[in-house]
């Protein structure tokens, strides 16, 4: 059996007919579907989330918003910084999540589809201390209006690396709407996020980012500002 080139690192078909690039992908998938560390990266998140609240909020009283739980890597830890709403679709995921959270008193388990819920959350007032947003794909859809969930606290957002991702048509569509370009940099995509938070008049800085290979995995302080405050202009 002729086994494919994976070695064959460049866009170029190997004998198996497909890209190095979407053999790698192939694999990411079959990770994601086995709910594999691999593809969450839990050890690096946990990591950066005890750093970022341990230094900057305290521990205890935090509202949280997880977006996207998956099995509870990260709900787990989020609970002992305060009351979690921990959001996931998938069933047998969700399933998974309730169990292993079963002993935190302060998590509340949606199986909701968060692309439609957090409007639901915006609709109702609802703020938060905490969002983490770690959606398998890019987490764009999110934005500017997810800042209307936060007044002052943190933000951890996933971000894949669009430059490892294979850019079909779609993707790269999608890409140019939000970022302007089909292949946009991290600093461009920290400085689009950075002004989407001031479409809702909130100052948003990058405090952390770490590479876990095909993504990032941000940290931003949000922070809500006057308008006139912020700009130095005076409203007549
Ligand atoms: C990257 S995983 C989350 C991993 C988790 N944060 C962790 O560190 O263990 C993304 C999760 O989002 C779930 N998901 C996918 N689409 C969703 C949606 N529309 N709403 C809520 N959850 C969704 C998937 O089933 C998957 O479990």
């Known amino acids: 059996m002729i086994q494919p080139d994976i070695f064959n690192k460049d866009f170029s078909v190997n004998y198996s007919g497909k890209t ?3 053999i790698r992908h192939d694999v990411v998938r079959k990770r994601q579907a086995t709910y594999s560390d691999t593809a969450h990266h ?3 998140k946990i990591m950066q989330i005890k750093d ?3 230094e900057i909020c305290g521990w205890g009283d935090l509202s949280i918003l997880e977006l996207f739980a998956g099995q509870g890597n990260l709900t787990k830890i989020y609970a002992e910084y305060g009351e979690v709403i921990a959001n996931e679709y998938k069933g047998e995921v969700y399933d998974k999540l309730t169990e292993n959270v079963k002993d935190c008193a302060l998590v509340h388990c949606n199986k909701v589809d968060s692309y439609l819920d957090f409007h639901q959350l915006i609709a109702l007032k609802q703020t938060f201390d905490v969002i983490d947003l770690d959606p398998y794909g890019f987490p764009n859809r999110f934005f500017p209006d997810v800042f209307l969930l936060i007044e002052k606290g943190v933000m951890f957002v996933t ?3 669009p ?3 294979i850019l079909n048509g779609i993707t790269a569509t999608h890409l140019i709407s939000y970022y302007g370009e089909q292949n946009p940099s991290e600093q461009t995509i920290v400085e689009r996020i950075v002004l989407w938070g001031l479409c809702h008049w909130r ?3 990058l405090i952390s980012s770490i590479d876990c290979k095909s993504i990032w995995r941000f940290a931003f302080n949000v922070e809500k500002v006057k308008a006139t405050d912020y700009t130095g202009v005076r409203n007549r």
Request: no cysteine; net charge neutral.
């Open 20 to 22: 190095y690039r979407a």
């Open 42 to 44: 839990p050890d690096e």
């Open 52 to 54: 970022v609240l341990g």
């Open 159 to 161: 971000m894949p690396k």
């Open 163 to 165: 430059y490892v991702n």
């Open 203 to 205: 100052k948003v800085e």
